[in-house]
């Protein structure tokens, strides 16, 4: 906003939604403003922190849209417990800030910051609200403790009326940057105060570092046990290699003592006769063993007609024959049956088949134009540049077949009216 940034009437791009989204008042928090507000409260025996919320507020058809983009705090104005008396020097004062830390910038509201463990109300200080803050669509910040809940109000007819969220965007604020270095010498946590963040943080670091040593662990033992299983493998390799080679020569030795072409039926009987110098070392006991004959089963016989004589023939010369012209007239008129017969079960298998329901094509004009979705884009935002209202959104979403508004892709085709 001003001269860092403009965000108006383009709404921001990078945006997080907190809580649901208000039709009522559009309110848009800066990052910056968000983190300080959430982690300021009161130390050093006080109860309460005072300051005002600074930016713009700009109207579009009805509706307010708030742009926070500073926060400062005011000086002497907590008084004893979680009361605040504004006075003439600290207006001053932070006007004299306002102008120095955040100039061209409007008041649009005040912000109260309680101890951890208050609980603020907004009945407290509706009466300061409407007397100091007395302008339309001005806010009230309500924070109690350290990332504690908070509450926004603004003033209306029937009273005060609860925002249901707001946006959080992210942009480039140099303003509240130079004021949260500034304040850094304020004292903001006490020693020894439990910080939730700080102490879940450290938590889970106990939490990884223990998990990563028992896998480290589980990863050393299934390595020993990896290793003992490939010297188990490669110690069994080696028997056997040998085993084999012990094997191949026991096989050489007798080889070498029979005589080649006899099958032998006792090998010690055999090498026992051919040591003896009898007539009996010479013959040896050969095992005779039958050939390998298997019955031959019969063909079976196939008739064939062939107009009026009839034929009969063996299964194994039907391959090598050529059918006659009057059997392939025959297999013409069977095929022909065969393939009603098809067709027939073709068409039951359709029949059973039921057209499919054509969703009703939506009629967009011929000047529509067709938009390709950038990133970071919504539907809101391409309206209010277009066309700087949110009148068009419906039928937007009418005709590219949009259920939810909030969800279009980065590349999404959309049809835009013309003007």
Known sequence: MGELYNPYPKLPKNIRQIGERDQIVKLYVEDYVNTYLKRLYPTGGQD????????????QEGIPYLFVDGAMEMEDVAADGERAEFTESAWKKAYQVMEQMFPRRSVIGWFLCGAPGS??????????????????????????GLEGEEAIYTASED???????????????????????????????????????????RQRLEDKKVEAN?????????????????????????????????????????AS?????????????????G???????????????????????????????????VEIAESGSLESQVISSEIQNGGQSGNAIGQSGVQGGNFGAQSDEQPEEQAEPVQVPADAVLHVVQSGETLYGICMERY?????LAQICEWNRLDDENRIATGQELYLPSS
């Open 388 to 392: 700087h209202s949110m009148a068009p």
């Open 48 to 59: 309460l922190k005072v300051g005002l919320l600074l930016g713009e507020i700009r109207s």
């Open 214 to 254: 028992k896998t480290r662990s589980t990863v050393s033992i299934l390595g020993t046990v990896c290793g003992m299983l490939a010297v188990m493998v490669l110690a069994g390799g080696v028997a056997m290699f040998n085993n084999y080679q012990k094997m191949r020569a026991m096989e050489s030795v007798i």
């Open 275 to 309: 040591k003896s110098g009898t007539k009996e070392s010479d013959e040896l006991l050969v095992e005779q063993i039958p050939g390998e004959v298997y019955p031959v089963p019969q063909q079976p016989e196939i008739v064939i007609e062939t107009g009026s004589s």
């Open 257 to 273: 003592v029979i005589p080649e072409g006899t099958a032998v039926k006792n090998w010690s009987q055999a090498l026992t006769k």
């Open 119 to 144: 609980n603020l109300s907004p009945l407290n200080y509706w009466r300061q609200h409407g007397q100091y803050f007395s302008a339309k669509n001005q806010l009230m910040y309500l924070n109690s």
């Open 159 to 201: 009273g005060f009326y609860r925002l249901r969220g707001y946006c959080v965007y992210y942009e480039r604020n140099q303003m509240m940057q130079d004021y949260m270095v500034s304040r850094k010498d304020a004292r903001r946590v006490e020693s020894g105060t439990r910080d939730v963040v700080i102490r879940d943080f």
